[in-house]
T-cell receptor, first 106, second 119 residues
Framework: QKEVEQDPGPLSVPEGAIVSLNCTYS??????FMWYRQYSRKGPELLMY????GNKEDGRFTAQVDKSSKYISLFIRDSQPSDSATYLC??????FGAGTRLTVKP | KAGVTQTPRYLIKTRGQQVTLSCSPI?????VSWYQQTPGQGLQFLFE???????NKGNFPGRFSGRQFSNSRSEMNVSTLELGDSALYLC??????????????????FGQGTRLTVV
């Protein structure tokens, strides 16, 4: 079993849609969970992190962790073309999922 | 403050050659991690150096090696290049070692990467 599983997509949505990105992980010791965003030809940058279980909201972005099922999610509300990027989950120790490529069409 | 700097940005090498990539972390950061990113495999962890010691290692062959200097700058070397080594190589800098990630509130910052093409 891989440490982190993430659907690589690609995912294409119209502007304004709600986007749901998901990952599963295997190490139950993790307390901090991160989402990175990577634009084309750039290095990844930290988008959000959450601690333990629950939700964390930052503007149009919400990160959700369910430690009981080892499942983390990132929701993007009112998606914009500028959100078009690859989203990488990193539950814990910077071992990343495959990344989901998202395209938001105007 | 200055970000993570990787050099060179682009590199073209021939099969069988070797290559050295460089990463200068954010000032004060002691951890440098290296990743290989390809469309098919995503972002894969190569290894981490913390205070000049290799702390963690991913599942890559011995052709991939690295080192870290006393000023925290790190180099990654790939010997006997293969076509499959063509990828974006990224380094990440952090204050804490990856070993505590997930248990403490800390962050890693990435460089822009070195695009290696093996022909």
């Amino acid at each position: 079993q891989k440490e982190v599983e993430q659907d690589p997509g690609p995912l294409s949505v119209p502007e304004g849609a709600i986007v749901s990105l998901n990952c599963t992980y295997s190490n139950s010791a993790f307390q901090y969970f991160m989402w990175y965003r990577q634009y084309s030809r750039k290095g990844p940058e930290l988008l959000m992190y959450t601690y333990s279980s629950g939700n964390k909201e930052d503007g149009r972005f919400t990160a959700q962790v369910d430690k009981s099922s080892k499942y983390i999610s990132l929701f993007i509300r009112d998606s914009q073309p500028s959100d078009s990027a690859t989203y990488l989950c990193a539950p814990g120790d910077m071992r990343f999922g495959a990344g989901t490529r998202l395209t938001v069409k105007p | 403050k200055a970000g993570v700097t990787q050099t060179p940005r682009y590199l073209i090498k021939t099969r069988g050659q070797q290559v050295t990539l460089s990463c200068s972390p954010i000032s004060g950061h002691r951890s440098v991690s290296w990743y290989q990113q390809t469309p098919g495999q995503g972002l894969q962890f190569l290894f981490e150096y913390f205070s000049e010691t290799q702390r963690n290692k991913g599942n890559f062959p011995g052709r991939f090696s690295g080192r870290q200097f006393s000023n925290s700058r790190s180099e990654m070397n790939v010997s006997t290049l293969e076509l499959g080594d063509s990828a974006l190589y990224l380094c990440a800098s952090s204050f804490q070692s990856l070993g505590v990630f997930g248990t403490v509130n800390t962050e890693a910052f990435f460089g822009q990467g070195t695009r290696l093409t093996v022909v």
